[in-house]
């Protein structure tokens, strides 16, 4: 089935980095959008950044020229670059993937949702 497992959270400073990967299994991956998401307490999941097959990319305004999401289609794995992490990144992080009209828009009711890792930024 369907299976998404997210690492690479943790805590760092204001300014730091951190690589999260996400490893993607149960389909065609080559041939689908993939897109990293965070949620943090009290409110609702937002898209941070999605990566088409073809390796076009979008970013939530917050984050441009911040994190770069990238992908290795040969090892079904996602990735998100973040640098110069805010307090205000800290969130649960998650991947998903399908098609871009859905990753970028009508996420919310997809399913197969990871655990997610959590990342903390703060001093």
């Known amino acids: 089935q369907v299976q998404f497992v997210e690492s690479g959270g943790g805590l760092v400073q204001p300014g730091g980095s951190l690589r999260l990967t996400c490893a993607a299994s149960?389909?065609?991956?080559?041939?689908?959008?993939m897109a990293w998401y965070r949620q943090a307490p009290g409110k609702q999941r937002e898209l941070v950044a999605a990566?088409?097959?073809?390796?076009?990319?979008n970013y939530a305004n917050s984050v441009k020229g911040r994190f770069t999401i990238s992908r290795d289609n040969a090892k079904n794995t996602a990735y998100l670059q973040m640098n110069g992490l805010k307090p205000e990144d800290t969130a649960v992080y998650y991947c998903?993937?399908?098609?871009?009209?859905?990753?970028?828009?009508?996420?919310?009711?997809?399913?197969?949702w990871g655990p997610g890792t959590q990342v903390t930024v703060s001093s």
């Open positions: 998903n993937a399908g098609p871009w009209v859905v990753v970028t828009t009508n996420y919310r009711n997809a399913g197969n």
């Open positions: 149960g389909f065609i991956f080559s041939t689908n959008s």
């Open positions: 990566i088409k097959p073809d390796g076009r990319t």
